[in-house]
């Protein structure tokens, strides 16, 4: 009997899906519109005379037009953030107006008479279980053109002016729908609950509070105001994503105001729109795999040449464990193998031998490798698929702009020795193949 001993070894291609990002672009105004009041012209005190200027600007980061691809399966459950935008990177106001002449006519002391500044956006909500909210994080969200992506928005309040009394205060800034009643706190944030109609709105307010002196017994006159109010957002799984909603937008279908002040005031200035929100560059890429290793050698140990009588003969199984990491549960990850050797491919779809694991050229007739998945045969013929299954888990990209291949897997499979012919060679021998590892 003779002795044959012999190695496996690999070598990788792999197909992935790669994260795409811009880079986040800085919080900064781009529009702006102005409000001017003017005192009536049968106003006893400063008739026709200007009573407030107000000056709304908006940023213009524009979020969903930023190119940005995430990856999402369905092991992330209900309530899952996908991703969030910070302060400064999904929108921005300001509000300021500068109070000018008294006047007699106190119209405007009311809140509901206000010089106003109204930005809205409105679309369908989303409910929760039970019809409640979703729970983690909290709150109702907007709907997205995805069924199982919602929207949830948060805003901080700043208050950067005094003001003569707390209802004054109170009438300046209204959140629509915030998780909180006015007058808020400055710097601190508050949840939205778009319930209603699926309302999200801020409102500025200035008021003519009523004063009196020595020269006007009674007057009434426009504060300086200075509001502000910055949004943040998190796009969160609510339902469950469908083949079909990977590579498609995630956008909003938002409407919202375009006049900004009310009629009482001459408007000059940029028109607010829904371009905003709008935009299609954050689409849904489906979980990848790649191998953790390029080149994996498994010594298939020793072989005994047995005279060939016409029966094939297999030997031990050798483990051959590929190890995967994968950016989230990735379904249905196919193997394909074929083949490096440059001898005629094996009948059987086998691995064939060599004498030399340098030359790869002085086939050895005869013998054979044979790989096996659960125990069945796999063709290695550089065209058949053998599906292991589901691999990984769902993978937080707590943000990151790049892809986190940090859920481990293996796809185990094994080798063994195949005699199916006489053997008249002694010595080492070498095979290899050539490995792709795909996915759905």
């Known amino acids: 009997m003779n002795r044959v001993?012999?190695?496996?070894?690999?070598?990788?291609?792999?197909?992935?899906?790669?994260?795409?990002?811009?880079?986040?672009?800085g919080s900064s105004y781009a529009g702006t519109r102005t409000g001017i009041l003017n005192w009536n012209a049968y106003d006893t005190i400063s008739p026709g005379q200007m009573a407030v200027t107000c000056t709304l600007t908006w940023s213009d980061l524009r979020p969903f037009q930023v190119p940005r691809t995430l990856v999402v399966d369905n092991t992330a459950?209900?309530?899952?953030?996908?991703?969030?935008?910070g302060y400064g990177e999904f929108a921005d106001y300001q509000y300021n107006c500068t109070g000018g002449a008294r006047g007699s006519d106190g119209y405007y002391v009311s809140s509901a008479?206000?010089?106003i500044a109204?930005?809205?956006a409105q679309g369908q909500y989303i409910e929760g279980p039970e019809g409640g909210g979703i729970v983690s994080p909290g709150g109702y969200v907007f709907s997205t053109s995805v069924q199982g992506i919602g929207l949830k928005i948060y805003a901080t309040p700043y208050y950067h002016s005094d003001f003569s009394s707390e209802s004054v205060r109170r009438w300046a800034l209204t959140i629509y729908n915030a998780q909180g009643s006015a007058p808020y706190d400055s710097g601190v944030e508050y949840g939205t609950n778009t319930l209603?109609?699926?309302?999200?709105?801020?409102?500025?307010?200035?008021?003519?509070?009523r004063g009196s002196d020595s020269v006007n017994s009674n007057y009434y006159q426009f504060q300086d105001t200075s509001v502000s109010v910055s949004l943040r957002a998190e796009l969160?799984?609510?339902?469950?994503?469908?083949?079909?909603?990977?590579?498609?937008?995630v956008s909003l279908s938002m409407r919202t105001s375009n006049n900004v002040f009310g009629a009482t005031t001459s408007q000059t200035g940029d028109v607010y729109s829904a371009q905003e929100f709008s935009g299609s560059g954050i689409t849904l890429a489906s979980p990848a795999c790649m191998l953790n290793n390029e080149n994996y050698d498994v010594n298939m140990g020793d072989w005994v040449a047995y005279t060939w009588g016409g029966a094939v003969r297999t030997g031990n199984e050798k483990l051959v464990d590929i190890s995967l990491k994968c950016t989230g549960a990735a379904n249905n990850v196919?193997?394909?193998?074929e083949d490096a050797g440059t001898a005629t491919a094996s009948t059987d779809k086998n691995i064939r031998v060599y004498k030399s694991a340098g030359s790869g050229t002085d086939v050895v007739d005869g013998l054979e490798i044979e790989l096996l998945y659960n125990g069945e045969h796999v063709d290695v013929d550089g065209i058949t698929l053998t599906d292991t299954g589901t691999h990984g888990s769902y993978v937080s990209t707590n943000n990151s702009e790049t892809q986190l291949y940090s859920s481990q897997s293996t796809a185990r499979f094994t080798a063994r020795f195949l005699q199916n012919g006489q053997i008249s060679y002694l010595g080492p021998v070498t095979g290899k193949v050539n490995m792709w590892v795909t996915y759905e």
């Open 236 to 249: 969160i799984k609510t339902g469950t994503i469908t083949a079909s909603d990977y590579g498609t937008p």
């Open 334 to 337: 196919y193997f394909r193998f």
């Open 196 to 209: 209603n109609n699926g309302v999200f709105g801020i409102g500025f307010k200035t008021n003519s509070p």
């Open 5 to 25: 001993s012999g190695v496996i070894r690999s070598r990788l291609s792999v197909v992935a899906i790669a994260l795409l990002s811009s880079g986040i672009v």
């Open 113 to 115: 008479s206000a010089v």
């Open 77 to 85: 459950p209900a309530g899952t953030v996908l991703h969030r935008w």
């Open 118 to 120: 109204d930005v809205r």
